[in-house]
């Protein structure tokens, strides 16, 4: 069965059960890698019902380091690439990832549409070093004022060090807002709101995204919820952020209607709105970064204005 095929019956997985009986191939996993997952009966190769094929062809595995160090995986500061990176949805390595590999990957991973793979990819390649290269690498993504900004929901700022891995202090802070099994919009605001006000209170060189950061907390809202509602599964959301992995065992399946451009924005939209506006006054005030560019078109001058830091 070829790639396409199998990439196909994932999608039509969301609405059709598999024979029992169906056997499936899983061309990128070596034996030993399909050992580890499934130990060595034939019958963990066999799709069961009412089990996802993402789990068979896709499956979570951890990117700890390769025997051969020169393979070593690397992630970087976003959960999603980083998930569908340790679904290997996009390449395991983190390595080297052109917009060939983001459109199909963020599409059958999280029915993400080309018109944001796009967009996140071409600013994505900008943190590349090499000039106009067209591939990235997920740690290249660390590149502080460019996508990456301060008061990240579950990572530190950079001025405190580590600005890309997953920190269970700052992700206690986000999560204390969430009481509920399903999160709603006010408290996902309250929690960015939170985590915007502990920034700007406590990091001298405090760097403000009012567009990455409503759109970092739409993205998690649409594709572990309803876009339309602005919730989103707590479960689903905490199996993303600390384990970054698809919350599938949990029943989680890709958002039927699709994540584009235009439901990113009204939902960003939304949240800005409903953040008090003295708040992003004063975090603009206060912030490093004043020009007032934006995440969807401003990374060349935020890169630039990182070169002045
Ligand atoms: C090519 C596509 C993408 C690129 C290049 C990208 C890049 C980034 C970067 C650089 C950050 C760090 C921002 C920060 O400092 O907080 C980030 C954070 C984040 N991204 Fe992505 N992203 C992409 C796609 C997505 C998608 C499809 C989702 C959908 C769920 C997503 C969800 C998030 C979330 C929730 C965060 C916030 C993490 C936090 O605040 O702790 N991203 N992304």
């Known amino acids: 069965m ?18 029992a009986s169906l056997p499936l191939e899983i061309p990128q996993c070596n034996l030993s890698t399909k050992n580890a997952i499934f130990g060595d009966s034939v019958l963990g190769l066999l799709v069961k019902p009412g089990e996802s094929p993402i789990v068979l062809i896709h499956p979570w595995i951890a990117p700890g380091p390769d025997a051969d160090k020169s393979l070593t995986k690397v992630r970087g500061p ?21 917009m060939d590999d983001l459109i199909p990957g963020l599409k059958a991973s999280l029915n993400v549409a080309e018109d ?45 060090g580590d600005n890309h891995s ?11 807002w969430f009481h509920e099994s399903i999160i709603s919009l006010p408290q996902a605001v309250s929690a960015l709101r939170s985590r915007i006000e502990t920034s700007r209170k406590t990091n001298p060189h405090f760097f403000f995204d009012l567009d ?20 989103a599964r707590r479960d689903w959301v ?6 970054e992995r698809l919350p599938i065992e949990l029943g989680w399946t890709p958002p039927a209607l699709e994540f584009n451009m235009t439901l990113l924005l009204s939902l960003a939209t939304r949240i800005a709105n409903m953040l008090p506006g003295d708040l992003i006054t004063q975090s603009v005030e206060s912030s490093t970064y004043k020009d007032g560019s934006h995440w969807v078109g401003g990374i060349v001058n935020k890169l630039n204005r990182q070169q002045e830091l």
């Open 166 to 176: 997953f920190n269970e202090t700052i992700y206690a802070e986000t999560r204390a």
């Open 212 to 231: 990455g950061s409503t759109a970092t907390t739409a993205s998690y809202l649409s594709i572990f919820g309803d876009t339309l509602k602005g919730e």
């Open 238 to 243: 905490d199996s993303f952020f600390q384990y």
């Open 78 to 98: 976003c959960p999603a690439l980083n998930t569908t990176a340790n679904h290997g949805f996009i390449p395991r390595s983190g390595r080297n990832i052109t």
């Open 116 to 160: 944001i793979a796009i967009m996140a990819g071409t600013n994505a390649f900008k943190t590349n070093p090499a000039p106009s290269a067209t591939v990235f690498d997920l740690d290249m993504l660390n590149l502080h004022g460019a996508i990456e900004h301060d008061n990240s929901l579950s990572r530190g700022d950079y001025y405190f």
């Open 2 to 19: 070829h790639r396409k095929q199998l990439e196909l019956l994932i999608l039509l997985s969301r609405f059709f059960l598999l024979p």
